[in-house]
């Protein structure tokens, strides 16, 4: 489930495609040239001199990410980053799992009420509850600061972990469960000695994706962040919703360091988890 | 180690009859989840139901009305579906052929999977930045029509059609990645069998594949257009904040952290609460009458 191996097929496919085929992939490579455009223009911005009405900066450069880092003290803003991502995982991991266990495993009354309220916040658009939680937190004096940006952060995270662990955990065999508990072992032993280790992988591929998710979670954090909570992605927006102020190109070049963190990020979870994994659990069916 | 096996409690009768309920010690596990989503969720929530009701000055209903009254506040709902609904569309029905063309396996599936996640992670901002610099004016795209003959395009981004971009870049991969799965959950027996009695793709596609994807063609629309409904970053950065893309999250931003109008902001923040659960609700409703079995696009 958590690391997919690539299966080989013999079969062979035909070379030459139907024309709805042909239309098909040229939707993908449209869309696949735009989004390079897209990443591209930034890229080549961001090391680029002087651009205005050419394909091409007149020259290269690499100043712009010396002056990003300084003026938008990056190393604080990525410490900060890295701080409220882990603290949000290691806090959702220590919710969400025992809490997927039991959904998983028991009935219990009003157990689709529970279930239907941890729907809730992922069905929900951040800013519906973003905003009332803002002001919670402002009242009890939470936020702007760290703990606020982590708590609110956590509204989505924790639901999440449970909705992708639950699957996860129901598919153990829960005769292991009966024989380890015939064999003596407490719940405490259980979960330590028998369900932690089965369940590394699942927790990992929900920790990845929660890290990914914060790292890029823009709406909750803006609203809770003061000057200095701000995460990497709240900092480049308000670089760039404050244009003009700053160089266009030191933006990008902020824009790239975020970029290339989500991907660093990104590589680590596909050594984990299966793409469609990160938007929902996938089945894996064998070939025909 | 030694483990203690459970001592029988001192009064067996109550703990018996809950514990036949399902209820017993294990469920404990569950508090701290139970105690977080009421704590962080419900309570904000209900906090805030309260203080849209209880308005600086006025009647309970005053935010409401001032909202409702203000065609310039009142129109960012008509303004936010005008933008989410038909970018959740486009996301979810231009991904069913691609996905049908791409579920069996072939070379390069892992590498165009691992690229249509890259703008899921983007993030909203990024996106944004980017578009500024592709779309806008003497970016690529522009001097690409250029070369090939076409002057005077219209204006693609700092308007809707920015914000349209963006939302069907992070919101396409994302639709098309969980068809994808839908569809790979589909038994591909089904097919085949149909296959031996005799029908062509296209009765295959429409009579097999088509209902049992249906139900999960509703989920990703309504996971699409969650996504879509809470634009708010590009609006602002790609959109024209002030007109054509003032959408309800910026008009809930606007009020609680420009206005300091608490009242007001929990105001719209129900309403867009209430507007997205409308439409989720109408699809969920549609899509409990469709198949959802064993062998289907699962729901």
């Known amino acids: 489930m958590a690391a997919t191996t690539s299966t080989n097929t013999t079969t062979r496919r035909r070379l030459v495609a139907s024309p709805g085929a042909w239309l098909v992939w040229a939707a993908v490579a449209f869309f696949l040239l735009n989004l390079a455009g897209v990443v591209g223009s930034v890229l080549v911005s961001s090391f680029g001199t002087r651009w205005f009405d050419s394909w091409f900066p007149e020259g290269f450069t690499g100043e712009w990410y010396g002056a990003a880092w300084k003026e938008f003290g990056l190393l604080d803003v990525i410490s900060v980053t890295l701080q409220i991502s882990l603290l949000v995982v290691l806090i959702s991991v220590l919710i969400g799992v025992p809490a997927a266990y039991v959904l998983a495993r028991r009935t219990f009354p009003f157990k689709r009420l529970v279930m239907f309220a941890f729907l809730l916040p992922i069905l929900m658009p951040p800013i519906t509850y973003g905003i009332p939680l803002a002001t919670v937190l402002y009242k009890f004096g939470l936020a702007p600061g760290i703990a606020g940006v982590v708590l609110s952060n956590l509204v989505p995270s924790v639901p999440f972990v449970i909705l992708t662990m639950t699957p996860f955990i129901e598919q153990i065999n829960p005769s292991i469960e009966s024989a380890a508990r015939m064999c003596g072992a407490g719940v405490r032993a259980l979960f330590l000695r028998v369900l932690g280790p089965l369940l590394v992988p699942g927790i990992l591929a929900a920790a990845i994706l929660v890290l990914v998710r914060t790292v890029g979670m823009f709406e909750l954090t803006f609203l809770t962040a003061g000057p200095d909570s701000q995460t990497l992605v709240v900092a480049l927006y308000y670089s760039m919703s404050a244009a003009g102020i700053r160089a266009q190109q030191s933006i990008d070049a902020m824009a790239v360091i975020y970029t290339s963190t989500m991907l660093v990020l990104l590589v680590i979870a596909l050594r984990f988890v299966n793409p469609t994994q990160l938007v929902a659990r996938v089945k894996e069916t064998p070939e025909p | ?299």
């Open chain 2, 1 to 299: 180690m030694t483990l203690t096996a459970e001592r029988a409690p001192a009064d067996p009768g109550l703990r018996h009859r809950l514990a036949e309920r399902g209820v017993d010690r294990q469920l404990l596990l569950l508090l701290p989840a139970v105690l977080f989503v009421v704590l962080l969720f419900l309570y904000p929530f209900f906090y805030g139901l309260q203080l849209s009701f209880a308005p600086a000055q006025g009647g309970p209903f005053a935010s409401y009305i001032a909202f409702f009254s203000d065609s310039y506040q009142s129109g960012t709902i008509w303004i936010t579906l005008k933008l989410a609904l038909p970018a959740a569309l486009l996301n979810v029905l231009a991904s069913v052929p691609i996905a049908y063309r791409m579920r069996g396996n072939f070379r390069g599936k892992r590498l165009l999977t691992i690229l249509l996640v890259v703008p899921i992670t983007l993030g909203t901002v990024l996106t944004a930045q980017g578009l500024r610099n592709f779309l806008g004016p003497n970016g690529w795209f522009d001097r690409l029509l250029g070369a090939i003959g076409i002057a005077d395009m219209p204006q693609l981004v700092q308007n809707y059609w920015g914000v349209f971009f963006s939302l069907v870049i992070t919101g396409f991969p994302f639709a098309f990645l969980l068809i994808l799965s839908y569809l790979s959950g589909i038994d591909p027996t089904l097919e085949r069998a149909a296959a031996t009695l005799g029908a062509d793709w296209k009765q295959r596609f429409l009579r097999i594949t088509l209902p049992l994807l249906a139900p999960g063609l509703a989920t990703t629309f309504c996971l699409t257009f969650v996504l879509a409904f809470s634009v708010f970053p590009s609006a602002v950065l790609v959109g024209d904040p002030a007109g054509s893309t003032r959408v309800l999250s910026l008009a809930a931003y606007q009020a609680a952290y420009e206005k300091f109008d608490y009242s007001l902001a929990s105001a719209i923040a129900m309403i867009m609460g209430a507007v997205e659960l409308i439409v989720i609700g109408v699809v969920l409703l549609a899509r409990s009458q469709l198949y959802t079995g064993t062998t289907g696009g699962k729901g």
